[in-house]
């Protein structure tokens, strides 16, 4: 690319089809077919049916876990863990995360405590916790970002300590390994989502690990399904049923994960070839982890020495069809209405308000190959190149 063709000025754009982020893996369409003229052929489409069961009992081997509770997405699965666990007052969770994990706890009547985080892995701060504990806090939700891991070892013994309840929400760490230990089995409970753009996907839907029979009993309970095993007492129930459909997407990709794992793993190495190189651009790798997805190509953006502000790159790559995306913006502490107790808050949270505004996540997953990735790295080097002239641009700077 020479500095004249960028599609932001008028080139033509890289790719004829938009590059969004995330796994988007499909399975050939046979393989679909078949699984749907299955769940025709039984007449049954949801209420615990024989593909969820499978799911569950895979899921259940592949984590090592004792039990595996599917759901319909990981934002029913965390207010469902947030009540099975009989969380009251705050519970403490990072604020650089996805709005769903504190939306999870406004749903169940917990105040969301937001902590910030590690600058290096991005994960939450634990060794800010004690300065936001009181008498109201009665659990902590780690947040396992981008792949990696919030030191969850750390955290139990910190949850065990001072008699707090510890879950994780580990939508974005399905395949992750800590210590030889699957993700799926640290605190009381993990959820995990299987949404679209997630490494394992059943289009929407997600489950719940834990290896406690009394939890895993109140959890079938509050789904509300067949199966429920033993009745528990419960004061409310839900409907977070998986249906057949989803199972049936979610056992194909379950199969496949092993492939889309390596393909995201070998990306990830190019990216981070092609990215170190270049000034002002920080590639973080998975935190904590002795095995990742490698589904997340985050990066911090240094606007003084790449030239670009993180915003000004993402127009560039959108002219090109390339749909890279600013998670987190604006940050959970700033949305819905946790930015009025925020601002009415002391706290401070400075390593999230700069990630914020510099972190940007490339494409990887299932539309993307070497080529892409090529491609990708050479336009976000030829935008340092030419940083100059696409500011005054942009912004006439
Ligand atoms: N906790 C954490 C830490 C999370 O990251 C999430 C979800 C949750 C909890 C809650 O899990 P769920 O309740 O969703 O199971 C996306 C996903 O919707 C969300 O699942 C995910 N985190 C979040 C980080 O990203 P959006 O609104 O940014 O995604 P969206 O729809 O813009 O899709 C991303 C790109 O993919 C777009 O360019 C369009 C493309 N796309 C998307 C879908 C769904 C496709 O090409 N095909 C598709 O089918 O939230």
Not at 21 to 31: I, T
């Amino acid at each position: 690319m020479n500095k004249n063709n960028f599609a932001l000025l008028g080139g033509k754009p890289t790719f004829s089809r938009k590059i969004p982020v995330g796994q988007l893996y499909f399975p050939e369409w046979n393989r679909y077919e078949s699984a749907m003229r299955g769940i025709f052929d039984r007449r049954y489409y949801t209420n615990q049916g024989p593909l969820v069961q499978q799911l569950e009992q895979k899921l259940e081997t592949y984590l090592k876990a004792k039990h595996v509770i599917c759901v319909t997405n990981a934002t029913i699965g965390l207010m469902m863990a947030a009540e099975a666990l009989s969380l009251s007052g705050k519970v403490i969770l990072p604020s650089f995360t996805f709005i769903a994990s504190a939306q999870s706890l406004s749903w169940v009547g917990i105040k969301p405590v937001f902590c910030d985080i590690n600058p290096l892995t991005h994960q939450i701060a634990i060794d800010q916790l004690d300065s936001l504990i009181d008498d109201k806090v009665t659990g902590i939700m780690g947040v396992n970002l981008w792949g990696g891991a919030c030191d969850p070892i750390k955290l139990e013994k910190y949850a065990q300590q001072r008699g707090l309840k510890l879950f994780f929400d580990s939508a974005q760490a399905f395949g992750g390994t800590v210590e030889n230990t699957k993700i799926g089995n640290f605190g009381s409970v993990e959820v995990f989502s299987f949404h679209a753009t997630k490494v394992l996907s059943s289009a929407e839907g997600g489950c719940l690990s834990t290896n406690d029979d009394l939890l895993a009993a109140k959890l079938r309970n509050i789904r509300s399904s067949y199966g429920a095993g033993h009745p528990v007492s419960i004061t409310k129930t839900s409907n977070g049923r998986m249906s057949e459909a989803q199972a049936a997407i979610g056992l194909m990709s379950l199969e496949d994960f092993p492939k889309n794992q390596k393909n995201n793993k070998t990306l990830f190495n190019i990216y981070k070839n092609r990215l170190d190189t270049i000034p002002g651009i920080k590639l973080i790798e998975p935190a904590g982890v002795t095995q990742s997805n490698y589904q997340y190509i985050v990066c911090e953006i240094d606007e003084s020495l790449f030239g670009l502000s993180r915003d000004a790159l993402i127009k560039v790559l959108k002219a090109e069809n390339i749909i890279a995306r600013r998670y987190f913006y604006p940050g959970a502490h700033r949305s819905v209405d946790y930015i009025s107790m925020f601002q009415n808050n002391t706290a401070s949270l400075p390593v999230t308000e700069r990630l914020c505004e510099t972190c940007i996540q490339f494409p990887v997953g299932a539309l993307v190959d070497e080529n892409v990735v090529g491609a990708i790295s050479d336009i976000v080097e030829n935008s340092h190149l030419n940083a100059k002239m696409l500011n005054a641009f942009l912004i006439g700077k």
